[in-house]
Protein backbone atom coordinates (compact mmCIF):
# COMPACT_ATOMS: atom_id res chain seq x y z
CA UNK A 1 0.00 0.00 0.00
CA UNK A 2 2.41 2.07 0.88
CA UNK A 3 5.31 3.06 -1.58
CA UNK A 4 7.35 5.36 1.20
CA UNK A 5 10.72 2.92 2.44
CA UNK A 6 10.18 2.12 5.35
CA UNK A 7 13.54 -0.09 6.79
CA UNK A 8 13.32 -2.59 9.31
CA UNK A 9 14.65 -1.23 12.53
CA UNK A 10 16.74 -3.21 15.53
CA UNK A 11 15.95 -1.36 18.90
CA UNK A 12 18.58 -3.30 20.14
CA UNK A 13 21.45 -2.41 17.48
CA UNK A 14 23.65 0.22 16.67
CA UNK A 15 23.00 0.09 13.11
CA UNK A 16 22.26 2.38 10.76
CA UNK A 17 18.40 2.12 11.55
CA UNK A 18 19.20 3.58 15.24
CA UNK A 19 20.76 6.72 13.37
CA UNK A 20 17.63 6.75 11.58
CA UNK A 21 15.45 6.57 14.47
CA UNK A 22 17.54 9.02 16.21
CA UNK A 23 16.79 11.78 13.45
CA UNK A 24 13.02 10.81 13.70
CA UNK A 25 13.03 11.63 17.60
CA UNK A 26 15.04 14.38 16.78
CA UNK A 27 12.68 15.94 14.07
CA UNK A 28 10.00 15.47 16.36
CA UNK A 29 11.26 17.31 19.04
CA UNK A 30 12.09 20.05 16.99
CA UNK A 31 8.98 20.37 14.94
CA UNK A 32 6.99 20.66 17.74
CA UNK A 33 8.87 23.46 18.88
CA UNK A 34 9.11 25.69 16.05
CA UNK A 35 6.73 24.13 13.56
CA UNK A 36 7.44 22.43 10.27
CA UNK A 37 7.92 25.15 8.10
CA UNK A 38 10.13 27.21 10.40
CA UNK A 39 11.87 24.24 10.77
CA UNK A 40 15.75 23.64 8.63
CA UNK A 41 16.93 20.05 7.58
CA UNK A 42 20.64 21.74 9.57
CA UNK A 43 18.39 22.26 12.48
CA UNK A 44 17.14 18.54 12.89
CA UNK A 45 20.79 17.56 12.10
CA UNK A 46 22.20 19.45 15.13
CA UNK A 47 19.16 18.41 17.32
CA UNK A 48 20.41 14.90 16.36
CA UNK A 49 23.92 15.38 16.67
CA UNK A 50 25.09 14.32 13.02
CA UNK A 51 25.93 15.93 10.13
CA UNK A 52 23.55 17.70 7.51
CA UNK A 53 24.84 15.64 5.05
CA UNK A 54 23.99 12.52 6.96
CA UNK A 55 20.26 13.24 6.98
CA UNK A 56 20.13 13.01 3.15
CA UNK A 57 21.74 9.64 3.91
CA UNK A 58 18.34 8.27 5.21
CA UNK A 59 16.06 11.26 3.92
CA UNK A 60 15.24 12.76 0.47
CA UNK A 61 14.42 15.97 2.33
CA UNK A 62 12.11 17.43 5.02
CA UNK A 63 9.10 16.57 3.75
CA UNK A 64 10.07 13.10 3.49
CA UNK A 65 11.25 13.17 7.28
CA UNK A 66 7.42 14.55 8.41
CA UNK A 67 6.12 11.58 6.20
CA UNK A 68 8.68 8.99 7.37
CA UNK A 69 7.16 10.27 11.19
CA UNK A 70 3.57 9.95 10.87
CA UNK A 71 4.09 6.75 8.36
CA UNK A 72 6.60 4.66 11.41
CA UNK A 73 4.39 5.53 14.40
CA UNK A 74 0.87 5.22 12.43
CA UNK A 75 1.89 2.52 10.66
CA UNK A 76 3.13 0.44 14.22
CA UNK A 77 -0.45 1.99 15.49
CA UNK A 78 -2.55 0.46 12.68
CA UNK A 79 -0.64 -2.89 13.33
CA UNK A 80 -1.33 -3.14 16.89
CA UNK A 81 -4.97 -2.29 16.20
CA UNK A 82 -5.45 -4.60 13.83
CA UNK A 83 -4.62 -7.46 16.52
CA UNK A 84 -6.79 -5.64 18.80
CA UNK A 85 -10.05 -5.38 16.18
CA UNK A 86 -9.75 -9.10 15.43
CA UNK A 87 -9.71 -10.12 19.00
CA UNK A 88 -12.18 -12.69 20.26
CA UNK A 89 -13.50 -10.26 23.04
CA UNK A 90 -16.81 -8.42 23.03
CA UNK A 91 -17.10 -5.36 20.98
CA UNK A 92 -16.92 -3.26 23.43
CA UNK A 93 -14.16 -4.17 24.90
CA UNK A 94 -12.31 -3.95 21.85
CA UNK A 95 -13.34 -0.24 21.21
CA UNK A 96 -12.22 0.72 24.83
CA UNK A 97 -8.98 -0.83 24.08
CA UNK A 98 -8.40 0.81 20.76
CA UNK A 99 -9.23 4.25 22.61
CA UNK A 100 -6.47 3.05 25.20
CA UNK A 101 -3.60 1.92 22.90
CA UNK A 102 -3.97 5.29 20.73
CA UNK A 103 -3.54 7.04 23.81
CA UNK A 104 -0.84 4.97 24.97
CA UNK A 105 0.85 6.54 21.66
CA UNK A 106 1.03 9.69 22.96
CA UNK A 107 1.50 9.57 26.96
CA UNK A 108 4.04 11.38 27.56
CA UNK A 109 4.93 12.60 24.35
CA UNK A 110 3.51 15.64 23.91
CA UNK A 111 6.05 16.95 21.16
CA UNK A 112 4.59 13.82 19.10
CA UNK A 113 1.23 14.75 19.26
CA UNK A 114 1.99 18.25 18.26
CA UNK A 115 3.72 16.81 15.53
CA UNK A 116 0.55 14.26 14.62
CA UNK A 117 -2.26 17.14 15.39
CA UNK A 118 -0.69 20.08 14.06
CA UNK A 119 2.20 19.69 12.02
CA UNK A 120 1.20 17.39 10.12
CA UNK A 121 -1.70 19.43 8.91
CA UNK A 122 0.72 21.74 7.99
CA UNK A 123 0.67 20.70 4.58
CA UNK A 124 -2.68 19.38 2.82
CA UNK A 125 -0.83 17.89 0.15
CA UNK A 126 1.28 15.51 2.09
CA UNK A 127 -1.95 15.25 4.38
CA UNK A 128 -3.71 14.48 0.71
CA UNK A 129 -0.67 12.01 -0.41
CA UNK A 130 0.79 10.23 2.08
CA UNK A 131 -2.09 11.02 5.22
CA UNK A 132 -5.15 9.67 3.19
CA UNK A 133 -4.11 5.87 2.45
CA UNK A 134 -2.57 5.22 5.85
CA UNK A 135 -5.70 7.40 7.37
CA UNK A 136 -8.45 5.42 5.36
CA UNK A 137 -6.87 2.09 6.73
CA UNK A 138 -7.12 3.50 10.25
CA UNK A 139 -10.59 4.57 10.11
CA UNK A 140 -11.74 1.16 8.40
CA UNK A 141 -10.50 -1.30 10.88
CA UNK A 142 -12.33 1.03 13.78
CA UNK A 143 -15.39 1.18 11.40
CA UNK A 144 -15.07 -2.63 10.93
CA UNK A 145 -15.40 -3.60 14.45
CA UNK A 146 -18.40 -1.31 14.80
CA UNK A 147 -20.12 -2.93 12.55
CA UNK A 148 -19.46 -5.61 13.98
CA UNK A 149 -20.90 -4.43 17.19
CA UNK A 150 -24.02 -3.84 15.04
CA UNK A 151 -24.65 -6.92 13.15
CA UNK A 152 -24.72 -8.99 16.75
CA UNK A 153 -27.26 -6.30 18.23
CA UNK A 154 -24.78 -4.97 20.60
CA UNK A 155 -24.62 -1.34 18.67
CA UNK A 156 -27.36 0.65 16.91
CA UNK A 157 -27.79 0.33 13.45
CA UNK A 158 -29.32 4.06 12.96
CA UNK A 159 -25.52 5.41 12.82
CA UNK A 160 -23.05 4.32 10.11
CA UNK A 161 -20.08 2.26 11.36
CA UNK A 162 -17.88 5.46 9.00
CA UNK A 163 -19.46 7.98 10.80
CA UNK A 164 -19.00 6.58 14.28
CA UNK A 165 -15.42 5.24 13.60
CA UNK A 166 -14.81 9.56 11.93
CA UNK A 167 -15.72 10.51 15.57
CA UNK A 168 -14.51 8.21 17.49
CA UNK A 169 -11.21 9.49 15.96
CA UNK A 170 -12.46 13.46 16.26
CA UNK A 171 -12.79 13.21 19.52
CA UNK A 172 -9.82 11.64 20.45
CA UNK A 173 -8.20 13.99 18.14
CA UNK A 174 -9.67 16.96 19.66
CA UNK A 175 -8.91 15.84 23.67
CA UNK A 176 -5.28 15.26 22.03
CA UNK A 177 -4.98 18.29 20.24
CA UNK A 178 -5.75 20.57 23.41
CA UNK A 179 -3.73 18.35 25.55
CA UNK A 180 -0.41 19.24 23.67
CA UNK A 181 -1.38 22.83 22.97
CA UNK A 182 -2.71 23.26 26.64
CA UNK A 183 -0.72 24.94 29.69
CA UNK A 184 2.61 23.38 30.17
CA UNK A 185 2.32 24.39 34.03
CA UNK A 186 1.71 20.79 34.72
CA UNK A 187 4.01 18.13 35.44
CA UNK A 188 4.07 15.03 33.02
CA UNK A 189 2.77 12.53 34.79
CA UNK A 190 -0.52 14.73 35.94
CA UNK A 191 -0.86 15.87 32.71
CA UNK A 192 -0.88 12.13 31.52
CA UNK A 193 -3.42 11.00 34.04
CA UNK A 194 -5.86 13.93 32.61
CA UNK A 195 -5.31 12.95 29.34
CA UNK A 196 -6.19 9.10 30.67
CA UNK A 197 -9.21 10.19 31.88
CA UNK A 198 -10.94 12.49 29.83
CA UNK A 199 -10.08 9.66 26.98
CA UNK A 200 -12.11 7.11 29.26
CA UNK A 201 -14.96 9.67 29.68
CA UNK A 202 -15.04 9.92 26.04
CA UNK A 203 -15.39 6.35 25.56
CA UNK A 204 -18.07 5.83 27.66
CA UNK A 205 -19.57 8.56 26.30
CA UNK A 206 -19.27 6.95 22.72
CA UNK A 207 -19.89 3.28 23.94
CA UNK A 208 -23.17 4.33 25.69
CA UNK A 209 -23.85 6.44 22.13
CA UNK A 210 -23.17 3.40 20.16
CA UNK A 211 -25.47 1.32 22.30
CA UNK A 212 -28.42 4.24 22.36
CA UNK A 213 -30.57 3.37 19.66
CA UNK A 214 -30.70 -0.18 20.47
CA UNK A 215 -32.49 1.43 23.42
CA UNK A 216 -34.65 4.29 21.94
CA UNK A 217 -35.15 3.26 18.44
CA UNK B 1 -10.82 39.62 24.47
CA UNK B 2 -9.57 40.56 20.87
CA UNK B 3 -6.87 42.86 20.62
CA UNK B 4 -7.27 42.68 16.70
CA UNK B 5 -8.83 45.09 14.80
CA UNK B 6 -12.02 43.61 13.17
CA UNK B 7 -13.42 46.92 10.92
CA UNK B 8 -17.66 46.51 10.66
CA UNK B 9 -18.58 45.57 7.73
CA UNK B 10 -21.76 46.79 5.76
CA UNK B 11 -22.46 44.09 3.56
CA UNK B 12 -24.87 45.96 1.23
CA UNK B 13 -22.55 48.98 0.46
CA UNK B 14 -19.59 49.62 -1.53
CA UNK B 15 -17.01 51.36 1.35
CA UNK B 16 -13.66 50.06 2.28
CA UNK B 17 -15.08 46.93 4.21
CA UNK B 18 -16.72 45.35 1.15
CA UNK B 19 -13.21 45.56 -0.12
CA UNK B 20 -11.80 44.26 2.72
CA UNK B 21 -14.17 41.03 2.93
CA UNK B 22 -13.62 40.38 -1.09
CA UNK B 23 -9.82 39.96 0.51
CA UNK B 24 -10.60 37.63 2.78
CA UNK B 25 -12.37 35.47 0.12
CA UNK B 26 -10.31 35.56 -1.77
CA UNK B 27 -7.55 34.59 0.22
CA UNK B 28 -10.13 31.22 1.53
CA UNK B 29 -9.53 30.17 -2.15
CA UNK B 30 -6.00 30.50 -2.49
CA UNK B 31 -4.77 28.68 0.90
CA UNK B 32 -7.21 26.22 0.28
CA UNK B 33 -6.15 25.60 -3.72
CA UNK B 34 -1.97 25.98 -2.47
CA UNK B 35 -1.55 26.06 1.17
CA UNK B 36 -0.78 28.78 3.94
CA UNK B 37 3.02 28.82 3.35
CA UNK B 38 3.08 28.53 -0.49
CA UNK B 39 0.48 31.13 -0.78
CA UNK B 40 2.35 34.92 -1.95
CA UNK B 41 0.53 38.03 -0.66
CA UNK B 42 0.81 38.96 -4.59
CA UNK B 43 -1.64 35.40 -5.09
CA UNK B 44 -4.30 37.14 -3.03
CA UNK B 45 -4.55 40.90 -4.83
CA UNK B 46 -4.39 38.24 -7.91
CA UNK B 47 -7.27 36.83 -6.97
CA UNK B 48 -9.29 39.35 -5.18
CA UNK B 49 -8.24 41.76 -8.50
CA UNK B 50 -6.96 44.05 -6.34
CA UNK B 51 -3.08 45.91 -6.07
CA UNK B 52 -0.51 44.14 -4.45
CA UNK B 53 -0.28 47.25 -2.20
CA UNK B 54 -4.29 47.49 -1.18
CA UNK B 55 -3.49 44.44 0.79
CA UNK B 56 -1.58 46.34 3.19
CA UNK B 57 -3.81 48.78 3.70
CA UNK B 58 -6.42 46.04 5.40
CA UNK B 59 -4.10 43.42 6.74
CA UNK B 60 -0.12 43.86 7.91
CA UNK B 61 0.63 40.68 6.38
CA UNK B 62 -0.46 36.89 5.07
CA UNK B 63 -0.36 35.97 9.04
CA UNK B 64 -2.68 38.94 9.27
CA UNK B 65 -5.32 37.71 6.65
CA UNK B 66 -5.07 33.93 7.83
CA UNK B 67 -6.08 34.90 11.17
CA UNK B 68 -8.71 37.62 10.42
CA UNK B 69 -10.52 34.97 8.08
CA UNK B 70 -10.92 32.54 11.52
CA UNK B 71 -11.61 35.85 14.06
CA UNK B 72 -14.05 37.11 11.45
CA UNK B 73 -15.77 33.58 10.63
CA UNK B 74 -15.32 31.59 14.10
CA UNK B 75 -16.56 35.40 15.70
CA UNK B 76 -19.70 35.21 13.95
CA UNK B 77 -20.31 31.42 14.88
CA UNK B 78 -19.79 31.90 18.81
CA UNK B 79 -22.53 35.09 18.61
CA UNK B 80 -24.73 33.03 16.88
CA UNK B 81 -23.75 30.10 19.34
CA UNK B 82 -24.16 32.62 21.74
CA UNK B 83 -27.73 33.35 21.09
CA UNK B 84 -28.82 29.69 21.21
CA UNK B 85 -26.97 28.29 24.39
CA UNK B 86 -29.33 31.08 25.82
CA UNK B 87 -33.03 29.94 24.68
CA UNK B 88 -35.78 28.62 26.70
CA UNK B 89 -35.21 25.21 24.57
CA UNK B 90 -34.59 21.96 25.51
CA UNK B 91 -31.01 20.74 26.20
CA UNK B 92 -31.02 18.03 23.59
CA UNK B 93 -32.24 20.29 20.99
CA UNK B 94 -29.76 23.24 21.99
CA UNK B 95 -27.28 20.45 21.12
CA UNK B 96 -28.59 19.71 18.04
CA UNK B 97 -28.67 23.29 16.90
CA UNK B 98 -25.35 24.19 17.86
CA UNK B 99 -24.19 21.13 15.71
CA UNK B 100 -26.62 21.82 12.68
CA UNK B 101 -24.92 25.70 12.80
CA UNK B 102 -21.81 24.20 12.69
CA UNK B 103 -21.93 22.62 9.28
CA UNK B 104 -24.16 25.75 8.32
CA UNK B 105 -20.81 27.84 8.25
CA UNK B 106 -19.02 25.19 5.66
CA UNK B 107 -22.06 23.99 3.76
CA UNK B 108 -21.02 24.64 0.25
CA UNK B 109 -17.75 25.66 1.45
CA UNK B 110 -14.94 23.13 1.45
CA UNK B 111 -12.89 25.80 0.53
CA UNK B 112 -13.31 27.82 4.19
CA UNK B 113 -13.81 24.08 5.80
CA UNK B 114 -10.31 23.46 4.53
CA UNK B 115 -8.73 26.70 5.92
CA UNK B 116 -10.52 26.37 9.42
CA UNK B 117 -9.50 22.48 9.42
CA UNK B 118 -6.19 22.30 8.09
CA UNK B 119 -4.46 25.48 7.46
CA UNK B 120 -4.94 27.42 11.00
CA UNK B 121 -3.23 24.20 11.91
CA UNK B 122 -0.50 25.45 9.97
CA UNK B 123 0.63 27.27 12.59
CA UNK B 124 1.12 26.13 15.87
CA UNK B 125 2.11 29.37 17.05
CA UNK B 126 -0.56 30.90 15.26
CA UNK B 127 -2.96 28.73 16.55
CA UNK B 128 -1.98 29.39 20.22
CA UNK B 129 -1.94 33.02 20.27
CA UNK B 130 -5.30 33.80 18.46
CA UNK B 131 -6.78 30.47 18.04
CA UNK B 132 -7.02 29.32 21.75
CA UNK B 133 -9.03 32.61 23.77
CA UNK B 134 -11.63 32.20 20.76
CA UNK B 135 -11.41 28.44 20.88
CA UNK B 136 -11.25 28.36 24.67
CA UNK B 137 -14.52 30.46 24.56
CA UNK B 138 -16.63 28.61 21.71
CA UNK B 139 -15.55 25.35 23.86
CA UNK B 140 -17.33 27.10 27.19
CA UNK B 141 -20.22 27.64 25.41
CA UNK B 142 -20.79 24.60 24.45
CA UNK B 143 -19.59 23.33 28.19
CA UNK B 144 -22.21 25.30 29.52
CA UNK B 145 -25.09 24.17 27.68
CA UNK B 146 -23.96 20.68 29.08
CA UNK B 147 -23.38 21.77 32.12
CA UNK B 148 -27.15 23.02 32.62
CA UNK B 149 -28.10 19.56 31.47
CA UNK B 150 -26.25 17.68 33.67
CA UNK B 151 -28.15 19.80 36.37
CA UNK B 152 -31.36 19.54 35.34
CA UNK B 153 -30.86 15.58 35.02
CA UNK B 154 -30.98 14.79 31.02
CA UNK B 155 -27.37 14.53 30.42
CA UNK B 156 -24.77 11.95 32.64
CA UNK B 157 -23.02 13.77 35.29
CA UNK B 158 -19.75 11.07 35.02
CA UNK B 159 -18.44 12.80 32.13
CA UNK B 160 -16.79 16.33 32.23
CA UNK B 161 -18.80 18.91 30.47
CA UNK B 162 -15.31 20.18 29.26
CA UNK B 163 -14.74 16.71 27.67
CA UNK B 164 -18.03 16.52 26.61
CA UNK B 165 -17.40 20.00 24.27
CA UNK B 166 -14.15 18.98 23.09
CA UNK B 167 -15.57 15.75 21.71
CA UNK B 168 -18.21 17.43 20.33
CA UNK B 169 -16.28 19.28 19.00
CA UNK B 170 -13.32 16.91 17.88
CA UNK B 171 -16.36 14.77 16.61
CA UNK B 172 -17.20 17.71 14.03
CA UNK B 173 -13.80 18.58 13.22
CA UNK B 174 -12.94 14.86 12.00
CA UNK B 175 -16.24 14.79 10.22
CA UNK B 176 -15.44 18.83 8.23
CA UNK B 177 -11.70 17.47 8.06
CA UNK B 178 -12.63 14.30 5.91
CA UNK B 179 -15.33 16.06 3.88
CA UNK B 180 -12.81 18.68 2.92
CA UNK B 181 -10.31 16.59 2.23
CA UNK B 182 -12.65 13.87 0.74
CA UNK B 183 -13.02 12.93 -3.19
CA UNK B 184 -14.23 15.95 -5.42
CA UNK B 185 -16.10 13.49 -7.42
CA UNK B 186 -19.89 14.27 -6.52
CA UNK B 187 -21.21 17.58 -6.89
CA UNK B 188 -21.79 20.05 -4.50
CA UNK B 189 -25.13 19.21 -3.26
CA UNK B 190 -24.84 16.00 -2.46
CA UNK B 191 -21.87 16.35 -0.67
CA UNK B 192 -23.48 18.84 1.26
CA UNK B 193 -26.44 16.52 1.98
CA UNK B 194 -24.00 13.77 2.96
CA UNK B 195 -22.49 16.02 5.36
CA UNK B 196 -25.79 16.67 6.91
CA UNK B 197 -26.64 13.17 7.36
CA UNK B 198 -23.34 12.26 9.18
CA UNK B 199 -23.89 15.19 10.93
CA UNK B 200 -27.23 14.52 12.33
CA UNK B 201 -25.86 10.88 12.82
CA UNK B 202 -22.59 12.24 15.41
CA UNK B 203 -25.26 14.55 16.84
CA UNK B 204 -27.64 11.41 17.93
CA UNK B 205 -24.66 9.32 18.64
CA UNK B 206 -23.50 11.94 21.22
CA UNK B 207 -26.89 12.90 22.64
CA UNK B 208 -27.52 8.83 23.32
CA UNK B 209 -24.01 8.79 25.28
CA UNK B 210 -24.97 12.13 27.12
CA UNK B 211 -27.82 10.66 28.16
CA UNK B 212 -26.36 7.24 28.70
CA UNK B 213 -25.51 7.65 32.35
CA UNK B 214 -28.37 8.38 33.52
CA UNK B 215 -30.25 5.42 32.14
CA UNK B 216 -26.82 2.87 33.10
CA UNK B 217 -25.02 4.36 35.97
Redesign the interface.
Known amino acids: MNTHSSKPKHKSGRGSSDKRERILEAAIRVF ?1 QG ?1 F ?1 ATRVSDIAKEAGVADGTIYLYFENKDDVLISIFQDRIGKLIEVLREVAGRDEPVDERVRRIIELQLGLLEGRRDLA ?1 VI ?3 L ?5 L ?2 QYG ?1 PLFTEY ?1 ELIASVIAEGQRSGVF ?1 E ?3 SR ?2 A ?10 A ?2 WA ?1 GGGDKDDASRDAALKK ?1 AH ?2 G ?10 T ?2 A
Chains 1, 2 share one sequence.
Do not use: P
Open positions: AGYETVNRQSSKLKALRDVSVARALWGGLDGLLTLAQWELFLDGLRGGHH
